[in-house]
């Protein structure tokens, strides 16, 4: 019997459930990360979408008093159904951006009208959207933590290799801009 044959076909059997094991391993958790970065986008989505779903009582409210800035009115509203149409998420995150940076304009507007500043169910949606802008900055920083937490797995070697066999890609972190 030739031992040395035996002992590299073990040795070489043992070495293949090896690297068998960590590609099984590596894939998992990465499997779980990626699953983890989606579920806390849709927390964010969902915060998102409790405060856009508060706009169109803020554009009622400011047309009232603020006739001349339509402009403003317009843009919020346009950028408000074009980030329900998004599928991305680069694509939702750059367009509830710039929304954000919209309706902080439509927001400090109130201080060109008294009478608005005054309103008093104005001032219950301003406070309305600074306790889910509360929440929102939460669910953001968790979310880019995980990204955070899975991009930088993908991109490790031997790991990396792994995600590239199976394609796993990097998720875009949501700025912390509005």
């Known amino acids: 019997m030739n031992y040395w044959a035996l002992g590299f076909g073990i040795g070489g059997g043992l070495v293949v459930i090896g690297l068998a094991r960590f590609v099984w391993k590596t894939y998992n958790d990465l499997v779980i990360k990626r699953i983890n970065v989606d579920k806390q986008a849709s927390h964010v989505e969902v ?22 800035e339509k ?17 991305s998420p680069e694509a939702k995150i750059k ?12 927001l400090v507007i109130q201080e060109r009208y008294p009478k608005l500043k005054a309103d008093k169910s104005f001032m219950n949606l ?53």
Do not use: C
């Not at 409210?61 to 001349?68: F, I, P, R």
């Not at 402009?71 to 599928?87: D, M, N």
């Not at 367009?95 to 439509?106: C, G, Q, R, V």
């Open 95 to 106: 367009t509830a951006n710039m929304l954000e940076s919209a309706l902080s304009k439509l």
């Open 47 to 68: 915060h998102l979408k409790k405060k856009f779903d508060m706009i169109p009582a803020i554009v009622e409210a400011v047309k009232g008093y603020a006739k001349h």
């Open 71 to 87: 402009g403003t009115l317009e843009q919020v509203t346009k950028l408000r159904s074009q980030w329900g149409r998004s599928k």
């Open 126 to 178: 301003q406070r309305s959207i600074g306790y889910v802008e509360k929440e929102l900055v939460h669910e953001r920083k968790v979310y880019n933590k995980r990204v955070g937490w899975y991009n930088g797995q993908i991109q490790v070697f031997p790991k990396n290799l792994v995600a590239k066999i199976f394609k796993f890609e990097e998720r875009p972190f949501f700025s912390m801009k509005g």
